[in-house]
């Protein structure tokens, strides 16, 4: 081979080798969403979810509720949260409204007396990143029990 060829094949490797440095792009930021708020209400043995999406949540692919079912408050606070039940549900399911960003919609779980939970938001552009909320807790309010009547 002459030196002429190694030095072309040479440039030729440097030139392909060129390219975009840095991180990764992680995509549009115009076809992303994010929770503006979101809160779970104890109602008998279920939750009651609603949250506002802000963004482009038209491209909520579904919503994921997590939940991890504790004793209480006093239950491994420091503790990693490990979700053991996992729900998924269309936009339709989670009451999404799509001229406003609101969702609504209700979960009854295995009975326990407390829950911590998020909620994760998949865009139908997977290469996007989740929106997930903080790790919250809802102790379950069991219903009073009716008084016993007075002799």
């Known amino acids: ?30 076809k992303s969403f994010a929770w503006k708020s979101y809160e779970a209400k104890p109602i008998g043995n279920c939750l009651a979810f609603s949250g506002v999406l802000s963004g482009a949540y038209n491209n909520l692919d579904s919503l994921r509720l997590e939940l991890e079912p504790v004793d209480g408050p006093e239950d491994c606070p420091g503790c990693p949260f490990v979700a053991r039940d996992i729900v ?34 998949l865009n139908v552009y997977t290469s996007l990143p989740y929106a997930a909320t903080s790790v919250w807790l809802t102790t379950i309010v069991e219903p009073a029990s009716p008084a016993a009547p007075k002799k």
């Open 88 to 121: 998924e549900f269309s936009p339709r399911e989670a009451g999404l409204e799509r001229t406003t960003g609101n969702i609504s919609f209700s979960y009854c779980p295995n009975p326990a007396p407390a829950f911590r939970w998020r909620l994760v938001g």
């Open 1 to 30: 081979m002459s030196i002429r060829a190694i030095i072309s094949l040479a440039l030729l490797c440097l030139l392909c080798a060129c390219g975009k440095a840095g991180l990764p792009d992680p995509g549009d930021p115009s």
